[in-house]
């Protein structure tokens, strides 16, 4: 039972380059998440699906873009990488509403020069 | 904004003892969770606590809840030097008519526990 796979776990990108990092979860779960974790900031909520078919902003959306492929899979896109998205991107998944636990996948590290 | 904000921010203990790491936060909740995250990897969920609840056990974790103080303190019992590991809080807010989906994390306490 994998959980929650990110791939590509290492990148790195030069500013204005594009690229789409992908998630997928095998627990059936309604709610899928995209954070960011930067040094001293903590998790950083950037886009949410509560279900098939829906996606919410969260606390910083500006610059990406998501997608709800199917239940299993929400990708984070960004469209023209800058700098200060150099970060280390989670994916999680839970059961639906905000009483229920995340589960996490081991994050994608991305690097923009 | 940050909901939940953890202190201390690093904490140095030896094997054995008990580490404490407290969360605050400024609105009111559903609930309060606990997550632990090793280096280079995802968080884990460790407990939830519901704000009915004042205190709730897991192996050697104990947490408490205070919503009169809108704080809340996570218990490690007879550390080992596995423990060691980033712990956060999270926290939903109350009032979102059962729609609410989104949680809130702090900014973390680094637990170091040495051999």
């Known amino acids: 039972n994998a959980g929650v796979t990110q791939t590509p776990k290492f990148q790195v990108l030069k500013t204005g380059q594009s690229m789409t990092l992908q998630c997928a979860q095998d627990?059936?779960?309604?709610?899928m998440y995209w954070y960011r974790q930067d040094p001293g900031m903590g998790l950083r909520l950037i886009y949410y699906?509560?279900?098939?078919?829906?996606?919410d902003k969260g606390e910083v959306p500006n610059g990406y873009n998501v997608s709800r492929l199917n239940k299993r899979e929400f990708s984070l896109r960004l469209e023209s990488a800058a700098p200060s998205q150099t970060s280390v991107y989670f994916c999680?998944?839970?059961?639906?509403?905000?009483?229920?636990?995340?589960?996490f996948g081991d994050g994608t590290r991305l690097s923009i020069l | 904004s940050q909901q939940g904000e953890e202190d201390p921010q690093a904490l140095s203990i030896q094997e054995g003892e008990n580490a404490t790491m407290n969360c605050s936060y400024k609105?009111?909740?559903?609930?309060l969770q606990w997550y632990r995250q090793n280096s280079g990897r995802g968080l884990v969920h460790l407990i939830l606590?519901?704000?009915n609840e004042r205190e709730k056990h897991s192996g050697r974790l104990r947490v408490t809840l205070d919503t009169s103080k809108k704080s809340s303190s996570l218990l490690i019992t007879a550390s080992r030097a596995a423990d060691t590991a980033s712990y956060f809080c999270?926290?939903?807010?109350w009032g979102s008519g059962g729609s609410n989906y989104k949680l809130t994390f702090g900014k973390g306490t680094l637990l170091t526990v040495n051999p």
């Open positions: 699906s509560a279900s098939e078919g829906t996606t």
């Open positions: 999270a926290t939903d807010m």
């Open positions: 606590i519901r704000s």
């Open positions: 999680a998944s839970s059961e639906g509403t905000a009483d229920q636990p995340q589960h």
């Open positions: 627990m059936n779960h309604n709610s």
């Open positions: 609105t009111s909740i559903n609930n």
